[in-house]
């Protein structure tokens, strides 16, 4: 885990927005979105606010907005209870 943010690995254009498990300690998401103009980021920010039970506003990329692995961070929420709360949907 990195510090108070979730490792997160992006799969864009993966199909429906889902939580497909782990891999190398990471949630993996895969997100209907292609990776251009931001739209996958604004597509994972959404599903993540939407699983976890926040507004949008409270999910932030902390790191890794080009990049596949990301973290995210949620305003009020322990890291743990974020992971533990995606990953109970897959």
């Known amino acids: 885990m990195a510090g108070d943010g979730v490792e997160i690995r992006l799969q864009p254009r993966g199909g429906r927005d889902q939580v497909m498990g782990e891999r190398d300690g990471a949630v993996l998401i ?3 979105a292609p990776p251009v103009d931001g739209k996958a980021n604004a597509a994972l920010i959404t599903f993540v606010a939407k699983t976890v039970g926040v507004p949008k506003g409270a999910v932030t990329i902390v790191r890794g ?3 596949r692995n990301k973290v995210i961070r949620v305003a009020g929420r ?3 209870d974020v992971r533990a709360a995606l990953l109970a949907t897959a």
Request: hydrophobic share 35%.
């Open 30 to 32: 895969r997100i209907s």
């Open 65 to 67: 907005e080009t990049s």
């Open 78 to 80: 322990a890291a743990d």
